[in-house]
């Protein structure tokens, strides 16, 4: 089996950052689909929230080559590469990782792994995430992020083999108290599939968010930031808003409920003579 990230961080050390983007280290490629090595071995099976997106897109790509450049420059442990690129690197970047902490926080979802905010989880409480993605390895289809329909996903041998092995098979291996809120439908769509097959209980599912990395006003809306109302006619959210409602809902009553239950019960009244 080929050590994908030894043969990274190789052409790193060599050519720098930069030739791991202008010539990516090739997972597997056909016709249609290609995936690119970036790191995303790391997995802490006792996290107690997981956070499931597709697959790392382009700007990925470039923070990943980036931050390993760095650790290799300062001697970093292919462990610490392989973690660092999970806490730095996946969700990461300028607008997803921001949007990502306001959704967290508008909901209160780092409140029910005891964390005050949703900025702590990606530093001293980093060891309660686990991001993991359906596609773990930066999966291109004609060039283009692969953001399709999981049964896109399901129906093109490649894409399964990995879903399968690298997303479910760490599905597996996670505490089976975890909770996971998906960020996208895709995403939402394959907890739903894990279910099916048994590896999650539904009381595991919070919900769903939109992908945080879609600029405009799509988190807005979801946000409440900004009423349908108020979209301009063009706005592709119009015809999105069905779903975004629903998802919200979903996602506000699950973690009431869940709050409720883990909240601890009030101290006695005592009478006093």
């Known amino acids: 089996m080929t050590?994908?990230?030894?043969?990274?961080?190789?052409?790193?050390?060599?050519?720098?950052?930069?030739?791991?983007?202008?010539?990516?280290?090739?997972?597997?490629?056909?016709?249609?689909?290609?995936?690119?090595?970036?790191?995303?071995?790391?997995?802490?099976?006792?996290?107690?929230?997981?956070?499931?997106?597709?697959?790392?897109?382009?700007?990925?790509?470039?923070?990943?080559?980036a931050v390993t450049e760095e650790l290799l420059?300062?001697?970093?442990?292919?462990?610490?590469?392989?973690?660092?690129?999970?806490?730095?690197?996946?969700?990461?970047?300028?607008?997803?990782?921001p949007n990502l902490i306001r959704m967290l926080d508008h909901f209160r979802v780092p409140e029910l792994v005891g964390?005050?905010?949703?900025?702590?989880?990606?530093?001293?409480?980093?060891?309660?995430?686990?991001?993991?993605?359906?596609?773990?390895?930066?999966?291109?289809?004609?060039?283009?992020?692969?953001?399709?329909?999981?049964?896109?996903?399901l129906d093109a041998p490649m894409l399964r083999d990995v879903f399968e092995t690298q997303f479910l098979g760490a599905v597996r291996q996670m505490r089976t108290d975890a909770l996971y809120v998906a960020l996208g439908r895709t995403a939402w769509a394959a907890l739903q599939h894990a279910v099916t097959r048994r590896l999650l209980a539904r009381r595991q599912l919070l919900g769903m968010m939109p992908v945080p990395a879609r600029a405009g006003s799509m988190v807005r809306y979801f946000l409440r930031e900004?009423?349908?109302?108020?979209?301009?006619?063009?706005?592709?959210?119009?015809?999105?808003?069905?779903?975004?409602?629903?998802?919200?809902?979903e996602l506000e009553s699950n973690v009431r409920k869940l709050r409720a239950s883990i909240r601890p019960d009030p101290p006695p009244a005592y009478l006093i003579a």
């Open 3 to 65: 050590n994908f990230i030894e043969a990274y961080c190789a052409q790193i050390r060599l050519a720098g950052a930069g030739s791991v983007i202008a010539k990516p280290v090739v997972v597997a490629r056909d016709s249609t689909y290609a995936m690119h090595y970036v790191p995303c071995e790391y997995l802490n099976p006792q996290a107690a929230l997981v956070l499931v997106s597709t697959t790392p897109g382009h700007a990925h790509v470039r923070l990943a080559a």
């Open 73 to 97: 420059h300062n001697r970093a442990p292919g462990r610490v590469v392989q973690r660092e690129n999970k806490r730095r690197v996946e969700l990461g970047g300028k607008l997803v990782r």
């Open 115 to 153: 964390l005050p905010h949703a900025a702590a989880l990606w530093n001293d409480g980093f060891e309660r995430l686990q991001p993991l993605a359906l596609l773990p390895h930066a999966t291109t289809r004609r060039g283009l992020a692969f953001d399709g329909a999981l049964e896109e996903l």
């Open 226 to 249: 900004i009423a349908a109302s108020a979209l301009s006619a063009k706005d592709p959210v119009r015809h999105r808003v069905d779903w975004l409602d629903a998802a919200h809902a």
